[in-house]
């Protein structure tokens, strides 16, 4: 279902937080969108419509998501009006097959701010975030159409559809409820609300990790340091050194996990202990990227938005289209689970201080 996986991209890889790093030596262009085709405008004749990624510059992302949407919205109108009974091919398959403009530049804008991003490209993620939740909930909360696909829920068994497609429909009417369409008008106007604050805090949420990531790169003096990283990597490390304008040290840059690559291999162990603790440190340092408030927000909005749909708590309300279907559940399995991993844990612990000590630790 298109709408719910463009939801998917735009929560998860805003909330989880990107880890690439914005190119330093793209230059931004000028030219007016305009003046130039988009190649988002028309389908791809490559293999398997892959997009033209030579031909795409930044200034074709926001009109290609705006005609996107409006397209989509056309689409999506024409659906919810038609005076036909529902089919599954008026309703459901014409809702599949809608909205490819603004499918086109979604794939190819959200995966590549997850993996190389730009200044100008974060810009653009900042201002479609609440348009794009609106645009979500503008088609989800559509009373029409989902009185459409309820007609057909109701009687999917009868239509002579095979288990695909009626699933396919189950699956549409259960989404369209979990995101608030059998709401009053007073509480789909509140939902809207709580996920637009929702889309813009974890965006911010997402930058302020990519840009945390890269401020708290750390910067090394000596090549003697970096021993036991390969001639790769520390040629990489100078590299990055001097593109920040620190010509003679090294930098190691700092990845969007835990644990960093580089402790594999270092040898000094307060090198790795200083890239350790700065690693954990991100997203609670103060400053102007720090993310405890924004994360506080979410956490809030999210139970509000569950209470709206009548849940107990945003826990309850995710985990019911999931395998385990309950906070129950995940505190049963978990329970299982936390001897043997502390356990397990203990006994890594004493292992790990033997080879300390081994070392004159």
Do not use: W
Request: net charge neutral; aromatic share 6%.
């Amino acid at each position: 279902m298109k709408i719910k996986l463009l939801l998917g991209m735009l929560s998860s890889i805003a909330f989880i937080g990107s880890c690439a790093v914005p190119s330093s030596n793209q230059k931004l262009i000028s030219e007016s969108s305009t003046k130039i085709e988009n190649p988002f405008f028309s389908e791809s004749s490559l293999y398997m419509k892959y997009p033209h990624f030579d031909r795409v510059k930044n200034e074709h992302y926001a009109p290609a998501f705006e005609k996107g949407m409006e397209d989509h919205m056309k689409e999506i109108e024409a659906i919810a009006n038609n005076i036909d009974s529902p089919t599954f091919e008026n309703t459901i398959i014409a809702m599949e097959i809608s909205g490819e403009l603004l499918d086109r530049v979604a794939t190819v804008f959200f995966s590549l701010t997850s993996a190389h991003t730009n200044d100008e490209m974060e810009k653009i993620r900042s201002e479609m975030a609440p348009k794009l939740s609106a645009h979500s909930d503008q088609i989800l909360l559509n009373g029409d159409l989902f009185k459409r696909i309820s007609q057909l829920n109701d009687k999917k068994n009868d239509l002579g559809l095979n288990a695909e497609g009626i699933r396919l429909i189950e699956k549409y009417y259960t989404d369209f409820i979990r995101s608030g369409a059998k709401l009053s008008i007073e509480e789909k106007e509140e939902l809207k609300t709580i996920n637009e604050k929702i889309a813009v805090l974890q965006t911010n949420f997402s930058q302020n990790i990519l840009k945390e990531v890269n401020a708290l790169a750390v910067v090394v003096d000596s090549r003697e340091e970096l021993d036991g990283l390969n001639n790769a990597s520390i040629e990489a490390a100078a590299n990055e050194a001097n593109s920040r304008g620190l010509k003679g040290k090294y930098v190691i840059a700092l990845k969007n996990t835990s644990g960093q690559p580089a402790m594999a291999s270092l040898k000094n162990r307060s090198l790795r202990e200083k890239i350790h603790k700065t690693s954990l440190s991100r997203g609670s340092n103060g400053g102007d990227f720090d993310n405890r408030e924004n994360l506080s927000k979410v956490i809030k909005l999210r139970a509000d938005r569950a209470q709206l749909m009548g849940y107990k708590n945003h826990a309850a309300y995710s985990l019911e289209s999931q395998t385990a279907q309950t906070p129950e559940a995940v505190n049963e399995r978990l329970s299982s689970l936390a001897p043997k991993a502390l356990d397990n844990a203990k006994k890594e612990a004493a292992d790990l201080q033997k080879m300390i000590y081994a070392e004159g630790g």
